[in-house]
């Protein structure tokens, strides 16, 4: 039993540095943004999900004259990401009614939201030393973090519209159906 015990406190005497370096050597994380991710990861879930299962009746359906239809919501969402997560990564910035203006249909339209979700991951892993990086979002100084929580708010704010869409056509939204 002394031996059994001896080589488990020489095996813990060993593995302890390892485990303190590789901790060490691991990248710290913001809390928030951490959480701010995950609303983001989870706001555009469903706002993809919603997308996909759209009909091609859905998309053009606007509920009043003078908004956006369903389409160009899910253009609209698919531009601003790419321009905000530019703003994010320090690349060029691009036009943000670019998608809303090219893809019509909704295969174009769901690839375009989905590419512009990967182009955004690349945005989100940005180490806590990159995201505190100065940006200039229209015109007001933010840092790249800023413009990734506005990228979500933005998301966040035309799920709403969305909901309102797919409520209006008798449709239960994904954020609402059991298990979501």
Same mark, same amino acid.
């Given at each position: @039993?002394?031996?059994?015990?001896a080589s488990i406190t020489a095996a813990a005497v060993?593995? !302890?540095?390892?485990?303190?370096? /590789?901790?060490? =050597?691991?990248? %710290? ?5 951490? %959480?701010? %991710?995950?609303?983001?990861? &989870? @706001? ?5 999900? !919603? =997308?996909?299962?759209? /009909?091609? #009746? ?7 004259? $003078?908004?956006? #239809? ?8 698919? $531009? ?6 530019a703003m994010a990564l320090g690349e060029k910035i691009p036009d943000e009614g670019a998608v809303e203006e090219? &893809? ?10 989905? &590419? ?6 690349? &945005? ?8 505190? !990086?100065?940006?200039?979002?229209? $015109?007001?100084?933010? %840092? ?15 799920? $709403? ?13 994904? /954020? #609402?159906?059991?298990? @979501?």
């Amino acid at each position: @039993m002394k031996a059994f015990l001896a080589s488990i406190t020489a095996a813990a005497v060993l593995v !302890a540095p390892a485990c303190a370096q /590789s901790q060490a =050597a691991a990248p %710290t994380t913001n809390p928030a943004f951490a %959480t701010a %991710t995950g609303m983001w990861k &989870a @706001m555009t879930g469903h706002f993809t999900t !919603a =997308a996909e299962e759209g /009909s091609d #009746s859905l998309y053009a359906y606007r509920p009043v004259e $003078g908004v956006r #239809s369903f389409g160009e919501l899910v253009g609209h969402v698919a $531009g601003a990401q790419y321009m905000f997560c530019a703003m994010a990564l320090g690349e060029k910035i691009p036009d943000e009614g670019a998608v809303e203006e090219s &893809a019509k249909s909704k295969a174009e339209l769901v690839a375009a939201l989905k &590419a512009s979700t990967e182009y955004c991951n690349r &945005a989100y892993a940005l180490s806590p030393a990159e995201l505190d !990086a100065p940006v200039t979002i229209f $015109g007001q100084e933010s %840092t790249r973090m800023g413009a990734l929580v506005m990228n979500s708010n933005h998301n966040g704010e035309h799920y $709403g519209n969305m909901v309102v869409y797919l409520r209006l056509n008798g449709i239960v939204p994904p /954020s #609402s159906r059991r298990g @979501m």
